[in-house]
């Protein structure tokens, strides 16, 4: 069974820093999806990572695929309050046309 | 465009209680999924259909039922709830991988469901 694990779990920081969050992967897959959910809100696509060395940029989100390390990196840039919100990444098993999440991340930017 | 459509959005169960929570989608996708969040541990797989007549098992299917009624929708029935199953259920769906190169999810809104 796929495993996907996010670190950290939890992040807390100011205004204006810069972090990275990061999804690892078990198995091979050349998919991989970055989510948003606000608190008792659905989940809202971000990006959509097709390939090795895909990178997608949205404002001050850029997420990016390295299929051979198995891993994603979702990066923040000079955080702002309205990005708090729990960030889930999910790879495509596609071969069995299943999605499988990770634990998300917890980010709270504090003014 | 309503997108996927779960029904209801709040229960109250009493443990050993049955109930059916219902999902539509009106974006002509193949394939569906029901999927249950907990805290700290993101989204788990219950049960899925690839396509219009099939249904598989994910990570946590005990306990839990589906149908595939026709191609727009797709129900998960607790048969005998439990405490266990208290959580917040969402419906998702997409095209499957051979019609549509991004194959990314689509959510509806969740189902929170509450087992005393």
Redesign the interface.
């Known amino acids: 069974e796929l495993k996907v694990e996010q670190n950290p779990l939890f992040l807390s920081m100011q205004e204006g820093k810069n972090y990275t969050i990061y999804c690892n992967y078990s198995t091979t897959s050349d998919r991989l999806y970055w989510y948003r959910q606000d608190p008792g809100k659905s989940l809202e696509s971000l990006f959509v990572l097709l390939s090795n060395g895909a990178v997608k940029q949205e404002g001050r989100l850029m997420a990016s695929l390295d299929t051979k390390a198995r891993l994603s990196t979702l990066h923040i840039t000079a955080a702002v309050h309205d990005l708090s919100a729990t960030y889930f990444c999910a790879v495509d098993d596609s071969g069995f046309n299943k999605f499988y999440f990770g634990s998300g991340t917890k980010l709270n930017v504090k003014p | 465009n309503a997108g996927v459509t779960q029904t209801p959005k709040f229960q109250v169960l009493k443990t050993g209680q049955s109930m059916t929570l219902q999902c539509a989608q009106d974006m002509n996708h193949n ?1 569906m ?1 029901w ?1 249950r969040q907990d805290p ?6 219950i049960y ?1 259909s ?1 396509s219009e007549g099939t249904t598989d098992k ?2 946590v299917p005990n306990g839990y039922n589906v149908s595939r009624l026709n191609k727009r929708e797709f129900s998960l029935r607790l048969e005998s709830a439990a405490p266990s199953q208290t959580s917040v259920y ?1 419906c ?1 769906s997409k095209y ?2 051979s019609r549509h ?10 189902s929170r469901l509450t087992v005393l």
């Open positions: 394939s999924y999927y700290g541990m993101g989204l788990r797989l899925y690839a994910g990570e969402f998702a499957r991988y190169p991004t194959g990314e999810l689509f959510f509806g809104e969740g």
